[in-house]
Structure formats: C-alpha cells, structure tokens
Nanobody, 117 residues
Framework: QVHLVESGGGLVQAGESLRLSCVGSGNIFGPSSMAWYRQILGKQRERVAIISYDGVAAYADSVKGRFTISRDNPKNTSYLQMNSLKTEDTGVYYC???????????WGQGTQVTVSS
C-alpha cells in the first residue's frame, strides 16, 4: 500500500504563487510516474501535469508556462510550483502516482487551492 499526502494549498490572490507538495510513503516506491490533477467545481477532474521517474514532464495547455512539476525520487516527493495563478485555477488538487512494480495507481486526499480576484 502506498499513501500520498498533499500539502501547500491555500488562499491567494490572482497573480500570486503557491507550491504544492506530495509525499509518498509505504511499499517501495521505485520507478513510477507522478502527476497532479485538479477538480474544479462543476467540471471533470483533469490532469494538470505529469512527470516520469527520469524527470520528463508534460502539462495541460491551460497551465503551460505557469506551472512546473518536479520530483525528488529519494524523498518520494513531487512538487507543483504554481505561478501567476488565476481565479480559474481554483479547485481541489490531487496527487497521483503510478507504481511500475505493482502496476497500481494511488491518489492523495486532495488539497484546496483558492485564487481570489
């Protein structure tokens, strides 16, 4: 079993920044993909960014140039640096990991991000 715990959400004004963290624990992590999703009110959950074990990243068009995903493999941690936040970025952000060894995916509990105008 793998547990993912997010932190770093909060209330900010438009144009400001936040950094989300996701720490994984439990069974050996090993090679994995990690990602950040968000659930905006009234919309389907969407993937914001994903990063492979060797650091190759991809982003949703809506956040390209503003968000940066990174990871620290020895710490089983991923980060989402969010700059130039917009009100439409408001939502619950979830950490996701897919573990190659077990071919199983896991979700964190989510952290609320609120961007005010």
């Amino acid at each position: 079993q793998v547990h993912l715990v997010e932190s770093g959400g909060g209330l900010v004004q438009a144009g400001e920044s936040l950094r989300l963290s996701c720490v994984g624990s439990g069974n050996i992590f090993g090679p994995s993909s990690m990602a950040w999703y968000r659930q905006i009110l009234g919309k389907q959950r969407e993937r914001v960014a994903i990063i492979s074990y060797d650091g190759v990243a991809a982003y949703a068009d809506s956040v390209k140039g503003r968000f940066t995903i990174s990871r620290d493999n020895p710490k089983n941690t991923s980060y989402l640096q969010m700059n130039s936040l917009k009100t439409e970025d408001t939502g619950v952000y979830y950490c996701w990991a897919w573990i190659l060894q077990s071919r199983t995916s896991y979700w964190g509990q989510g952290t609320q991000v609120t961007v005010s105008s």
